[in-house]
């Protein structure tokens, strides 16, 4: 039996590689998806896997990721429940593809995770890896082994000698992208704590932040970013360069506690700058650019949409019907909006849209104008309180 491993280095992947061995008796091929967690996460887990004997295969998927993923994200405004911007959710299709499409190459039998029986990133990877192939074997031995929690995988992990040397060690679990950093558990498992100071990497303290506000434009094509400060950039660059502009000055932190698709409430905080930045340059390009009734309806669908993704759903035919007309809402979104960074804030400083503008300044005007007649407004208000004034006629006509 040959199974490929989702591995991160950390002591939960480090450990099932070596159970996955020793249970199932399977070769396991240690498999990273490089979506951006730094070049000293990946040597990590290099050390790791070959302290198992095992060689690690890495996948370069940094582009597909915000492509395929993040970008379209971005171009639906997605949220979920109002606060997290999904970094983590956005991360697993790509993954989970990664490794049913390493499977086949490699004649594998079966995949498998290290998410836990708790969490939500079971359901994302096996949602997709089914969508993908639906025949695929999954070992998710966090529902399978007797290990309680951290103690047994720690002992288990020196009596088997996994060097775990280069692995991270902090209070609290971490997952880290190119588009987000999120930190759960330990310490931050009581809603009422503070994170520790010491714990964001992507972000300066917004105190700490520079005492003199930054000024960046965002330039967007049919609702997709193509350039920063007038400068073209690939996906990947563009992303990276909004994570250092607005990283620098403490951007995109959010603490929040969310509701997990099994159920239970969870405590997050995460940090996502350059996509902070992108949302808030995104919505005030549309104010300018897309009619009103059409705005109001696609965020009608926003909650929907990111609860599609939140809870695994990427493959799913509502999530790519949905997707299309997200997509076909942004024809008309072209522009670019500027903002002003100061201490944790994102302010929108301008927009405009030289091709698809719908602002006139004309019409909008508080002064005199040849284009709109005032006293019009008269019988669209007696026309629009018809309703209004009838039920108020027989309400006072019933004594109320």
Known sequence: MKVVLAFSGGLDTAVILKWIQDTHGAEVVAYTADVGQGEEEIAGARAAAASCGVELVVEDLREAFVAECVLPAVRANAVYEWYYLMGTALARPVIARGLVETAAACGAD????????????????????????????????????????????????????????????????????????????????????????????????????????????????????????????????????????????????????????????????????????????????????LDREVHHLRDELIPRFAEMIYNGLWFSPEREALQQFMDSVQERVTGEARLKLYKGSAEIEGRRSSSHGLYDEGIATSEADDVFDQSDATGFIRLRALRLRTLGARRISEGE
Not at 162 to 188: C, F, Q, R, T, W
């Open 110 to 289: 079966a995949i498998a995770h290290g998410a836990t029986g708790k969490g939500n990133d079971q359901i994302r990877f096996e949602m997709a890896a089914y969508a993908l192939k639906p025949d695929i074997q999954v070992i998710a031995p966090w529902r399978e082994w007797d290990f309680a929690g951290r103690s047994d995988l720690l002992a288990y992990a020196e009596t088997h000698g996994i060097d775990l040397s280069a692995a991270p060690k902090p209070e609290y679990s971490m997952d880290a992208n190119l588009m987000h950093v999120s930190y759960e558990g330990g310490v931050l498992e009581d809603p009422w704590a503070a994170p520790p100071p010491d714990m964001f990497r992507m972000t300066t303290d917004p105190e700490a932040a520079p005492d003199e506000p930054e000024r960046v434009t965002v330039t967007f094509d049919r609702g997709t970013p193509v350039a920063v400060n007038g400068e073209a950039l690939g996906p990947v660059e563009l992303v990276e360069r909004l994570n250092a502009i607005g990283g620098r000055h403490g951007i995109g932190r959010v603490d929040i506690v969310e509701n997990r698709f099994l159920g239970m409430k969870s405590r997050g905080v995460y940090e996502t700058p350059g996509v902070t930045l992108l949302l808030h340059a995104h919505r005030a390009v549309e104010s300018i650019t």
